[in-house]
Nanobody, 123 residues
Framework: QVQLVESGGGLVQAGGSLRLSCAASGSFLSINSMGWYRQAPGKQRELVAV???????NYADSVKGRFSISRDNVLNTVHLQMNSLKPEDTAVYYC?????????????????WGQGTKVTVSS
């Protein structure tokens, strides 16, 4: 019922920049938080950045000052501007959204994930 589609991953040299985008589509009443997670090979998925509400964002300590998250509530998109990239930022980045949908049992909130976009930072 809700699809999250990411774009913008790729290969970049250390110190470079990339911008990830995620667009939500489908049947939903609203989308509450939207954010980005990442999973490096052999590691658990971790939070990168999330927009909890207007002016309310959280960042992983490892990306503070380098990454910036922004959201367009009209277009239901979320973007992650990644600057000063490091090899340790290499991972598959997943868009995450908490959407409220209508079910036969009333309104319910579910968590949705995109398919992931790969970011590789070479040293």
């Amino acid at each position: 019922q809700v699809q999250l589609v990411e774009s913008g991953g790729g290969l970049v040299q250390a110190g470079g920049s990339l911008r990830l985008s995620c667009a939500a589509s489908g049947s939903f009443l609203s989308i509450n938080s939207m954010g980005w997670y990442r999973q490096a090979p052999g590691k658990q998925r971790e939070l990168v950045a999330v927009v909890l509400g207007p002016g309310n964002t959280n960042y992983a300590d490892s990306v503070k000052g380098r990454f910036s998250i922004s959201r367009d509530n009209v277009l239901n998109t979320v973007h992650l501007q990644m600057n000063s990239l490091k090899p340790e930022d290499t991972a598959v980045y997943y868009c995450n959204g908490e959407a409220v949908i209508t079910t036969p049992f009333g309104k319910r909130e579910y968590v949705y994930w995109g398919q992931g976009t790969k970011v590789t930072v070479s040293s």
